[in-house]
C-alpha cells in the first residue's frame, strides 16, 4: 500500500506559478515512477506530467511541455511538479499517481496508488 498525499494549489493569477507537492509514505516510494494528472468536471482524467523511480526520466503533455517540471526527491519521498506561466485552461484538480510497474514510465493504466487531489485555479 501507498499513501499519497497533495498539497500547493490554490488561487493564482494568469502567468503565475504554483509548485505542488505528493509526498508519500507506505511502499517503497523510490521504486515507484510518479505521475500527475488534472481533471475539470464533466471532462475525463488527462495526464500532465511522469518521473521514472529514478527522476532521470520523464514525460510531459504537449499542453504543459516547457511550462511545466515534474520532479521528486527520494530520501524525502516526495514528488514536485512545478508550475510556470499558468493559464486559466489549466485550472483542475491535480492529483499524483503512483505506479510499480517494471517501466521507467509506464502506461496510465498501470497507476494503481491515487492521492485526493489538490484544486488548482487560475484567474485572469
Known amino acids: 500500500q501507498v499513501q499519497l498525499a497533495e498539497s500547493g494549489g490554490g488561487l493564482v493569477q494568469v502567468g503565475g506559478s504554483l509548485r505542488l507537492s505528493c509526498a508519500a509514505s507506505?511502499?517503497?516510494?523510490?521504486?515507484?515512477?510518479m505521475g500527475w494528472f488534472r481533471q475539470v468536471p464533466g471532462k475525463e482524467r488527462e495526464f500532465v506530467a511522469a518521473?521514472?523511480?529514478?527522476?532521470?526520466?520523464?514525460s510531459y503533455a504537449d499542453s504543459v511541455r516547457g511550462r511545466f517540471t515534474i520532479s521528486r526527491d527520494n530520501a524525502k519521498n516526495t514528488a514536485y511538479l512545478q508550475m510556470n506561466s499558468l493559464k486559466p485552461e489549466d485550472t483542475a484538480v491535480y492529483s499524483c499517481?503512483?505506479?510499480?510497474?517494471?517501466?521507467?514510465?509506464?502506461?496510465?493504466?498501470?497507476?494503481?496508488?491515487w492521492g485526493q487531489g489538490t484544486q488548482v485555479i487560475v484567474s485572469s
Open positions: 499517481a503512483a505506479s510499480f510497474s517494471h517501466l521507467r514510465l509506464p502506461p496510465i493504466n498501470s497507476y494503481s496508488y
Open positions: 507506505g511502499r517503497t516510494f523510490s521504486q515507484a515512477a
Open positions: 518521473v521514472s523511480w529514478s527522476g532521470g526520466s520523464t
